[in-house]
């Protein structure tokens, strides 16, 4: 069974920096897309970046230019650099992969448990 953790999660100042660090572990043969996305309460789960194995990042609109997420596939860890972070980015921060378990050929879609992150005002 492949586990994605996640963390670095916490609680900063508006202007302040965190970095998002998740591992996958389990009989993996390959790691498709992974990417950060983010659920505020009382809001559904939005994208805020993604990267896929040997591509270009893509980032909403809203993070565009304060956070940077990168790979390592060696490791399969993915990290989430946030910078300047704003009030209305408070939510669950989950970590997701796109898998290809050892042996297999279809992707399955996993998710993390969530990392929590507040920026007070």
């Known amino acids: 069974q492949v586990q994605l953790e996640e963390s670095g999660g916490g609680l900063v100042q508006a202007g302040g920096s965190l970095r998002l660090f998740c591992i996958a572990s389990?009989?993996?043969?390959?790691?498709?897309?992974m990417g950060w996305y983010r659920q505020a309460p009382g809001k559904q789960r939005e994208m805020v970046a993604r990267i896929p194995n040997g591509g270009a990042a893509y980032y909403a609109d809203f993070v565009k230019g304060r956070f940077t997420i990168s790979r390592d596939n060696s490791q399969n860890t993915v990290h989430l650099q946030m910078n300047n972070l704003k009030p209305e980015g408070t939510a669950v921060y989950y970590c997701?992969?796109?898998?290809?378990?050892?042996?297999?050929?279809?992707?399955?879609?996993?998710w993390g448990q969530g990392t929590q992150v507040t920026v007070s005002s």
């Open positions: 389990g009989p993996i043969g390959r790691i498709n897309q």
């Open positions: 997701n992969a796109q898998v290809v378990l050892r042996g297999a050929m279809h992707e399955l879609d996993i």
